[in-house]
């Protein structure tokens, strides 16, 4: 990357999101200049992708420009928050037109869809990576937080998790001739539409806003599962001070992944994989009805995962019983 270069990038981030009111100076001048709506609180994430961390290198252009908007966006839906601005720091190991191309085409279909203005942005040359920091607003003291459940609450998570993990080992084609393993169809028809399937939920994850807006008033804590169910539950259920309980076979294990890693495997994946940019919450047994309405109203599936306890880490149990995780697969408990 030339000077010069960093020119002609910067035409490619001009029309990378939506055009909004709130924004009074945006690209172009030193700093961005934003006005929340008057009695919102303001909500600022950022995460960075690094090409060989957080997608194979080589990975489609397109995908990491979708990625990197929606790890972040993932963030502020788990704060139950309106995403309004982003900003976007590049750093690139050479000038690539085509590449530029299609990440910016990624990066502004998810930003279109969910109105979100890419208000600065900054390039520089090294090794591949991608940092964005997002900002959105709630209602004043409307902010869903992860410390804010108690013992007693029941626990979700939003659509299939461990689909992203699958398609992950896909993409790096570590799992190639496993497909169908476990299912009774081995690879047959289905096979490779499962693959599709995966492939697709690890290369363009949606984050789930409408819902964590829904969960406003209803989910006592929220955290979004970026880094494997069982270890960011884990984290929501320290941060409120509390144990989990999980139960196994509430779990939502998808076809697609059954398909792919079958039923152990399956679960394995659902509990450890990365990547899910889904919704884990916790709310009052009293609210399940609420919660059960807010998941129908934004069309995305919620299951009943467990409950919070008094007490400390997660214990995960099947047909009743405490269930001990061991790399690789489950074994009982010996006491
Ligand atoms: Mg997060």
């Given at each position: 990357?030339?000077?010069?270069?960093?020119?002609l990038?910067?035409?490619?981030?001009?029309?990378?999101?939506?055009?909004?009111?709130?924004?009074?100076?945006?690209?172009?001048?030193?700093?961005?200049?934003?006005?929340?709506?008057?009695?919102?609180?303001?909500?600022?994430?950022?995460?960075?992708?690094?090409?060989?961390?957080?997608?194979?290198?080589?990975?489609?252009?397109?995908?990491?420009?979708?990625?990197?908007?929606?790890v972040?966006?993932?963030?502020?839906?788990?704060?139950?928050?309106?995403?309004?601005?982003?900003?976007?720091?590049?750093?690139?190991?050479?000038y690539?037109?085509?590449?530029?191309?299609?990440?910016?085409a990624?990066?502004?279909?998810?930003?279109r869809?969910?109105?979100?203005?890419?208000?600065?942005?900054?390039?520089?040359?090294?090794?591949?990576?991608?940092?964005?920091?997002?900002?959105?607003?709630?209602?004043?003291?409307?902010?869903?937080?992860?410390?804010?459940?108690a013992a007693?609450?029941l626990?979700?998570?939003?659509?299939?998790?461990?689909?992203?993990?699958?398609?992950?080992?896909?993409?790096?084609?570590?799992?190639?001739?496993?497909?169908?393993?476990?299912?009774?169809?081995?690879?047959?028809?289905?096979?490779?539409?499962?693959?599709?399937?995966?492939?697709?939920?690890?290369?363009?994850?949606?984050?789930?806003?409408?819902?964590?807006?829904?969960?406003?008033?209803?989910a006592?804590?929220?955290?979004?599962?970026?880094?494997?169910l069982?270890?960011?539950?884990?984290?929501?259920?320290?941060?409120?001070?509390?144990?989990?309980?999980v139960?196994?076979?509430q779990?939502?294990?998808?076809?697609?992944?059954?398909?792919f890693?079958?039923?152990?495997?399956?679960?394995?994946?659902?509990?450890?994989?990365?990547?899910?940019?889904e919704?884990?919450?916790?709310?009052?047994?009293?609210?399940?009805?609420?919660?059960?309405?807010?998941?129908?109203?934004?069309?995305?599936?919620?299951?009943?995962?467990?409950?919070?306890r008094?007490?400390?880490?997660?214990?995960?149990?099947?047909?009743?019983?405490?269930?001990?995780?061991?790399?690789?697969?489950?074994?009982?408990?010996?006491?």
């Amino acid at each position: 990357v030339r000077r010069g270069e960093f020119e002609l990038i910067d035409h490619f981030f001009r029309d990378a999101g939506v055009a909004r009111a709130d924004v009074l100076v945006g690209i172009g001048d030193d700093g961005a200049v934003l006005r929340p709506p008057a009695g919102s609180d303001l909500v600022a994430v950022t995460d960075t992708l690094n090409e060989g961390v957080h997608f194979p290198a080589g990975c489609d252009a397109r995908s990491v420009g979708h990625r990197a908007l929606a790890v972040n966006l993932s963030d502020l839906a788990a704060m139950g928050a309106e995403p309004a601005w982003a900003l976007l720091a590049l750093t690139l190991p050479a000038y690539d037109e085509s590449w530029l191309e299609a990440f910016t085409a990624g990066f502004a279909g998810l930003a279109r869809t969910h109105g979100v203005a890419l208000v600065g942005g900054d390039t520089t040359r090294g090794p591949l990576a991608v940092n964005v920091q997002a900002l959105g607003f709630v209602p004043a003291g409307a902010g869903i937080r992860r410390g804010g459940a108690a013992a007693g609450d029941l626990l979700f998570v939003s659509g299939t998790p461990g689909e992203a993990a699958a398609g992950l080992a896909i993409e790096l084609g570590e799992h190639q001739a496993t497909a169908g393993a476990g299912g009774p169809a081995g690879a047959g028809d289905g096979a490779g539409a499962a693959v599709d399937v995966l492939r697709r939920r690890f290369l363009y994850p949606e984050p789930r806003l409408a819902l964590g807006r829904a969960l406003r008033g209803i989910a006592s804590a929220c955290i979004d599962v970026s880094d494997g169910l069982l270890g960011d539950l884990g984290k929501l259920a320290a941060a409120s001070g509390c144990g989990a309980a999980v139960e196994l076979e509430q779990l939502p294990i998808s076809p697609a992944l059954l398909r792919f890693a079958g039923r152990p495997g399956g679960e394995r994946m659902v509990l450890t994989g990365g990547d899910d940019y889904e919704l884990c919450f916790a709310a009052p047994p009293g609210r399940a009805a609420d919660v059960a309405a807010a998941a129908a109203r934004c069309g995305v599936p919620v299951t009943a995962i467990g409950a919070l306890r008094e007490g400390a880490g997660v214990e995960l149990r099947r047909a009743g019983c405490p269930e001990a995780f061991r790399h690789g697969g489950f074994d009982h408990f010996a006491r």
